[in-house]
């Protein structure tokens, strides 16, 4: 398949787990993807050797997402090296938890500027180089449709403010034919939430379809919405929860 042909993708935060295998689908599907990360070099690394190994055209940036110049570079690099912009997808993301109490000021600013401020930095500074074609795709939670339990305030709270930032993005962009939505993943097996960790049987048994998902099921979705199928969906959030907020 290669209906991504001709198309340049960016995806924050993109060495392993959900961001790494977005990149990978979006490469086979015949996108040129960049794709950042923040210390994991070796996994960068790693990936860009495997997506050019299959004949795909890969580029790592190291860039901190609370950074927003280094945000705003990393657009520009992929621009500079794919000669285009046409996919961004905001997918860089930390697990915040703990008592309310004991979250700092620290930790707002941090997570707000990983999930939000760079979102918003991302969309603004692509949206200026994208042409004939626009994909804006947020990578949320299914913690901001529902929250079952304590000490995830912050994190519930960050990747809410994704919904508003992509509604407003769909109708700022949309008469330009780009379009923007939120993927909230449900649990899925990756570093940041195995399913095997400490956390997973109590999420779990808010599961509907009762197992977690894995980064493939997330890559899925982003690659069709990346695509000629995203045309018309624009504004809202798809779920890819296994049934968690239902
Ligand atoms: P991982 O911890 O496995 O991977 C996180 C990725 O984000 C890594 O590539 C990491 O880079 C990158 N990243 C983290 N902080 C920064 C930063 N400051 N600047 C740039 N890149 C950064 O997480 P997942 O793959 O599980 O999560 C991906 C997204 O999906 C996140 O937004 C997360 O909130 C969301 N999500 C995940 C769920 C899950 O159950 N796994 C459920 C719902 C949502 P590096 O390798 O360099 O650290």
Avoid: W
Avoid at 33 to 54: K, M, N, P, W
Avoid at 113 to 130: E, S
Avoid at 154 to 176: E, F, I
């Amino acid at each position: 398949m290669s209906e991504l042909s001709g198309r340049v993708a960016l995806v924050m935060g993109g060495s392993r787990g959900i961001g790494a295998e977005i990149a990978r689908t979006l490469a086979r599907n015949g996108a040129a993807v960049g794709f950042t990360y923040h210390s994991a070099a070796d996994q960068a690394h790693g990936l860009e050797e495997e997506i050019r190994a299959h004949g795909g055209h890969a580029l790592g940036i190291q860039a901190d997402s609370a950074d927003p110049e280094a945000v705003r570079a990393a657009i520009e690099t992929t621009v500079a090296r794919f000669g285009r912009f046409d996919i961004l997808v905001n997918n860089a993301g930390v697990f915040p938890s703990g008592p309310l109490d004991e979250v700092t000021l620290e930790d707002v600013d941090r997570t707000l500027g990983i999930h939000v401020r760079g979102a918003f930095v991302a969309a603004q500074t692509a949206a200026r180089h994208m042409t004939d074609y626009g994909r804006i795709i947020n990578i949320g939670s299914c913690l901001a449709e529902r929250l079952p339990g304590p000490g995830m305030t912050l994190y519930a709270m960050s990747k809410s403010a994704l919904k508003g930032l992509t509604k407003g993005l769909a109708r700022d962009l949309g008469p330009r034919g780009i379009t923007a939505v939120v993927v909230d993943p449900g649990p899925t097996d990756t570093d940041m939430n195995p399913a095997d960790g400490a956390a997973a049987d109590f999420l779990r048994q808010f599961i509907a379809v009762g197992h977690y998902g894995h980064a493939q099921d997330i890559a899925g979705m982003v690659a069709y919405l990346a695509g000629p199928g995203g045309r018309h969906v624009s504004g809202g959030t798809i779920a890819v929860d296994g049934g968690f907020a239902a």
